[in-house]
């Protein structure tokens, strides 16, 4: 029972540091829209150390994404590009380095037909790609190969996987 709560807490955890790091994004005009560097997207390497994560991330950017005002599709598809990124990662899990592979492109190849046919902006697919893309290789890649570093470093992956 309390592996059970743990996982469900760590979970809750990360689904709360997400919503958080959005708004942070948000303040600063970042957080959506057509150039888009979401902070909250470097959480997004977590499930390399554990399996909640995944459901952490999916709520977390689900909540984050209604809270924010975005049209329900964007919500789903949105949550929906998040959960894709976040299993890719945890099935690749023993190539650490991989990670940030999964949400970037599931988000480049996701969310530009969100700011095409949901926001309506008049851009090329292509274009929109490339924007979101360099936001999550930024926030994934680089935020979130920092994360994992840090975490090694501080010792919290350790603690995670134990509760996997």
Not at 55 to 68: D, E, M, Q, R, Y
Not at 126 to 142: A, D
Request: net charge positive.
């Amino acid at each position: 029972m309390q592996s059970k709560t743990m996982k469900l807490t760590v979970g809750a955890a990360i689904a709360a540091m997400y919503v958080v790091l959005t708004f942070v994004s948000a303040i600063a005009g970042l957080s959506s829209g057509v150039i888009q560097l979401r902070l909250s997207e470097a959480l997004t390497v977590l499930p390399i150390f554990s399996k909640a994560a995944v459901p952490g991330l999916f709520v977390g950017c689900f909540i984050a994404n209604f809270l924010t005002g975005a049209p329900m599709w964007d919500v789903i598809l949105g949550s929906l590009a998040t959960l894709l990124g976040a299993i890719g990662t945890r099935a690749f899990r023993k190539h650490k380095w991989s990670a940030p592979i999964f949400p970037i492109m599931s988000n480049a190849l996701i969310i530009p037909f969100v700011l095409q046919y949901v926001y309506q902006f008049k851009a090329a697919y292509f274009y929109f790609m490339f924007t979101v893309g360099i936001g999550e290789i930024l926030s994934c890649g680089i935020l979130g190969i920092l994360l994992i570093k840090l975490f090694e470093r501080t010792g919290v992956s350790d603690t995670l996987i134990k509760l996997d």
